[in-house]
């Protein structure tokens, strides 16, 4: 699953522990910093990018 612009969290708080991967996509290197140091890499892969620039083709398929 691949969650667009997740700011400070919330969301991401509560998706991480439902899934076995997700992909986050953050442009602001502050909030994408916090979110690398609050969520287990593992399990939460932060992609510190503009999302129309982003290529999704690089992310595991399927997607969500």
């Given at each position: 699953?691949?969650?667009?612009?997740?700011?400070?969290?919330?969301?991401?708080?509560?998706?991480?522990?439902?899934?076995?991967?997700?992909?986050?996509?953050?442009i602001?290197?502050?909030?994408?910093?916090?979110?690398?140091?609050?969520?287990?890499?593992?399990?939460?892969?932060?992609?510190?990018?503009?999302?129309?620039?982003?290529?999704?083709?690089?992310?595991?398929?399927?997607?969500?």
């Amino acid at each position: 699953m691949v969650e667009i612009g997740p700011g400070s969290g919330l969301m991401t708080e509560e998706l991480a522990p439902r899934l076995d991967c997700l992909h986050v996509i953050e442009i602001d290197r502050d909030l994408a910093a916090g979110l690398r140091v609050r969520f287990d890499p593992a399990k939460v892969v932060v992609h510190e990018a503009d999302v129309l620039e982003f290529d999704f083709s690089a992310l595991p398929t399927p997607l969500r």
